[in-house]
């Protein structure tokens, strides 16, 4: 029976050589990923009620991203909940400040290709990036992983989404999901697998590929996958098994697009299908957000640097780099000093502004633009603020304008 | 059973705002719905449900979203279609979500009774009866138990007691 990369991984975390969609399988979890807000100030508690123990702690990550930098008591007291549940848990995977899970997790290797995995985090499927299965849970659904190793899935159907050629300059992963979304809706995904293949996507760096997958959490499906190659193996500098779809597998859907063709996209408030060409806006801002796990990775700021290079921002800059090593990494070539110059604002390497949860919140009535991954309403601040999302030269370019604006005229 | 109407793709930050979730679900519910309906938190009654479009929780893992649903007293759940990552955390909090292809004809303040067994849901003020999507049984199961906590605290005192 042929099978999809998404059959192949679950199939195999199942115990089995083939699975079929729609079918509910139970499935053991090689790794399980949580954060300071849905993890242990959730999960210690009902570990407790339970008397129950971490069924494996080498297969727990727990990385703080959410409440960071601490600004009060309530999130002083999350943070200590983790910090001290991770010692009382023998949970050694502990990344404390360096920057936000699902750019972390990879970042310190533990993401493989073929691995089964969930998250406390919408955001999950930014793993599948790495050709594994990985999708978001609540803790409550986390706490039966925690106990049992195990949870069930009803097993995905494919939806193929192939570009051909290659994307042109100034366009990016972010780009490439704004139009998804606004082309299949937020729920075009069906809680389904959504894969994305072709040559211009076999072209992108990893952190690109993350931006992908990551989003398939707002155009609704359970999670997004890309086989693994060579970039996979570059990135994780180790050899990878090549984890992919058979050629005929069959797909709910295959849809075909021309790289090239794709212009710069932008979502306007308040919902991320709420898309078009950035050439359709006529718009002014007051502010710029580069930021979060899906917009201000290492690839994210140099995509910013291209086009802020010697410029200097109009609108109020503000960079929250989505990892302490990206943020060095930026820091040792340049990248920042760039960002910097153009009067960005530095925020800590945590989500930031993106969810709303920190003391950083858009005011009354601010009109933002922001490579993060939702713009709905109050999300980031006031409820009358409006949050346009777009890629990172995109944000840019607006930074430099104060207007919306299409950076392919203003790449370097 | 008053029927509360929304629309198409509520999502998790307008359930439970982003910026209320370091607090106790107490507070979180207190805001739950208030960027739409800001009388919402504080008119539901016990035993009112939520009727709503496609894709309804749309957004975050964050089960605060369902739990302050559940907290505010919403008795169960009926939309066109969920958000899949809300519909597990529902039935993980033990709130009965029904899938109903023609919610819409609910109108806000009918009078609705669910029958989850069956997959019934009676609009005793337009006299309507519309099916809904069956449930597997066993996530009717963890749902009757009253949520995946308590239904692994039943499974867990089995096997300590026939251990």
């Known amino acids: ?45 009902m570990l407790e009620r339970l008397g129950a123990k971490v069924w494996d702690p080498t297969k727990v990550v727990v990385i703080t991203d959410h409440y960071l930098p601490e600004y009060d008591d309530e999130s002083r007291k999350i943070l ?36 089964f995995a969930v ?9 599948g990036a790495f050709a594994a299965y990985m999708f978001g849970v609540g803790a409550t659904e986390m706490l039966g992983v925690m106990v049992t190793g195990e949870i069930w899935l009803n097993v995905p159907h494919t939806i193929a989404i192939e570009f051909d050629g290659a994307f042109a300059p100034g366009v990016s992963a972010k780009d490439v999901m704004l139009f998804l979304i606004g082309r299949y809706g937020m729920d075009g995904g069906q809680y389904q697998a959504v894969e994305y293949r072709g040559p211009a996507i076999r072209k992108l760096p990893m952190q690109e590929r993350m931006t992908l997958c990551n989003m398939t959490a707002e155009l609704g499906g359970q999670t997004g996958l890309i086989a693994s190659d060579d970039v996979t193996r570059d990135y994780l500098q180790r050899e990878v098994e090549i984890w992919d779809s058979d050629a005929d597998a069959p797909l709910l859907a295959h849809h075909r697009f021309r790289a090239d063709e794709l212009p710069p996209q ?71 000093q760039v960002l910097l110059d153009a009067g960005a604002e530095l925020l800590a390497n945590s989500c930031g502004m993106c969810a709303g949860y920190g003391q950083h919140q858009l005011g009354e009535n601010t009109v933002a633009i922001s490579t993060t991954a939702r713009n709905f309403k109050g999300r980031m601040g006031a409820a009358s603020a409006q949050v346009y999302l777009a890629s990172p030269y995109t944000v840019a370019a607006s930074a430099v304008t104060g207007r919306i604006t299409d950076p392919r005229g203003m790449l370097q | ?40 938190a504080a008119s539901v009654r016990k035993g009112d449900v939520v009727v709503a479009g496609r894709n309804f929780g749309a957004g975050s893992s964050r089960e ?99 251990a």
């Open chain 1, 1 to 45: 029976m042929k099978q999809t990369l998404a059959q192949k991984v679950v199939a195999r975390a199942a115990g089995r050589s083939t699975v079929t969609p729609g079918e509910i399988v139970t499935c053991k979890v090689d790794l399980a990923m949580v954060h300071d807000s849905s993890g242990p100030r959730r999960l210690k508690p």
């Open chain 1, 80 to 115: 200590r909940i983790a910090r001290d549940w991770v010692r009382e848990a023998g949970i050694d995977n502990f990344y404390d400040a360096q920057g936000i899970c699902h750019v972390v997790l990879p970042e310190r290797g533990h993401l493989r290709p073929g691995m």
């Open chain 1, 119 to 127: 998250g406390g985090d919408s955001h999950s499927p930014t793993g």
């Open chain 1, 266 to 336: 932008v979502a306007a408030p308040h919902s991320p299908a709420n898309t078009r060409p950035v050439s359709d806006f006529d718009q002014r801002i007051d502010l710029a957000y580069i930021g979060a796990c899906t917009g201000a990775k290492l690839a994210d700021l140099r995509m910013a640097a291209a086009v802020l290079r010697g410029r200097k921002a109009r609108a109020k800059l503000i960079v929250a780099p989505a990892s302490l090593r990206d943020q060095q990494t930026a820091e040792g070539e340049g990248t920042l």
């Open chain 2, 1 to 40: 059973m008053k029927a509360w109407v929304f629309g198409d793709n509520v999502d998790t930050d307008v359930i439970a705002p982003g910026r209320y979730m370091k607090y106790a679900i107490d507070e979180i519910a207190r805001h739950c719905m208030e960027a739409l309906e800001p009388a919402f």
């Open chain 2, 64 to 162: 605060q979203a369902p739990e302050a649903l559940k907290h505010l007293g919403v008795a169960a759940l009926i939309a066109e279609s969920y958000a899949g990552l809300f519909y597990r955390n529902a039935i993980n909090l033990g709130l009965p979500a029904l899938v109903c292809a023609q919610a819409k004809r609910i109108r806000a303040g009918d009078h609705i009774a669910v029958d989850l067994d069956a997959g019934r849901i009676d609009n005793r003020t337009s006299g309507e009866t519309l099916a809904a999507e069956p449930v597997p049984a066993f996530l009717l199961q963890i749902v009757r138990d009253g949520g995946l906590l308590a239904h692994l605290e039943k499974r867990l005192r089995g096997e300590r007691a026939s």
